[in-house]
């Protein structure tokens, strides 16, 4: 079992409704999650980041963590088609000081119009 | 300021063939990675530096070298290309390490091996 699952979809959606997207994870070392917005043919760029349990939110998405149950959510509100990408969930922790952070495989999202 | 770049963006070798993949970033950074994405696989880690002059092994290394000679620079090695290593790689660079700062990636090399 990977630490960090993703499920790689794709998951389709019409414009406008309300996109969740989750990872579960294993190691309960992990303190920092992070989502990351992948465009086609291009490179992950960071689109939220949160330390420990909680919600943060900026403009349209939100994002959740439950180190409890040990998953993580990002909500995406009114989706766009240029919403259309990858998304990564990542995560690190504190383990052993390294703070490499372990990816989950990407979800693939499409908005259609 | 370009961030992180990559040389080259798309390379065709065939099985045995070495060659060298270039990332250069300009935003001071100590750390840098080298990661190489699969369709189903997501990003694996196949080195990594936490500053000039060190290089470190991560997911998977096999078949790979690195080096770090210059801060800004962090090069990945394949000495002796298969079909394998077709894949496209990505740097990444960070200020410390990932939990305190974003990593930045760079635009990707796509490799095919024949």
């Known amino acids: 079992q990977k630490e960090v699952e993703q499920d790689p979809g794709p998951l389709s959606v019409p414009e406008g409704a309300i996109v969740s997207l989750n990872c579960t994870y294993s190691?309960?070392?992990?303190?920092?999650f992070m989502w990351y917005r992948q465009y086609s043919r291009k490179g992950p760029e960071l689109l939220m980041y949160?330390?420990?349990?909680g919600n943060k939110e900026d403009g349209r998405f939100t994002a959740q963590v439950d180190k409890s149950s040990k998953y993580i959510s990002l909500f995406i509100r009114d989706s766009q088609p240029s919403d259309s990408a990858t998304y990564l969930c990542?995560?690190?922790?504190?383990?052993?000081?390294?703070?490499?952070?372990?990816f989950g495989r990407g979800t693939s999202l499409i908005v259609h119009p | 300021n370009a961030g992180v770049t990559q040389t080259p963006k798309f390379r065709v070798l065939k099985t045995g063939q070495s060659m060298t993949l270039l990332c250069a970033q300009d935003?001071?950074?100590?750390?840098m990675y080298w990661y190489r994405q699969d369709p189903g696989m997501g990003l694996r880690l196949i080195h990594y530096?936490?500053?000039?002059?060190?290089?470190a092994k991560g997911e998977v290394p096999d078949g790979y070298n690195v080096s770090r000679l210059k801060k800004q620079n962090f090069l990945l090695g394949l000495e002796s290309a298969a079909p394998s290593q077709t894949s496209v790689y990505f740097c990444?660079?960070?200020?410390?390490?990932?939990?305190?700062?974003?990593?930045?990636f760079g635009p990707g090399t796509r490799l095919l091996v024949l």
């Open positions: 990444a660079s960070s200020w410390r390490g990932a939990s305190q700062e974003t990593q930045y």
């Open positions: 190691n309960s070392a992990f303190q920092y």
């Open positions: 949160t330390y420990s349990s």
């Open positions: 990542a995560m690190t922790g504190a383990s052993g000081g390294s703070y490499i952070p372990t």
């Open positions: 935003m001071n950074h100590e750390y």
């Open positions: 530096s936490v500053g000039e002059g060190t290089t």
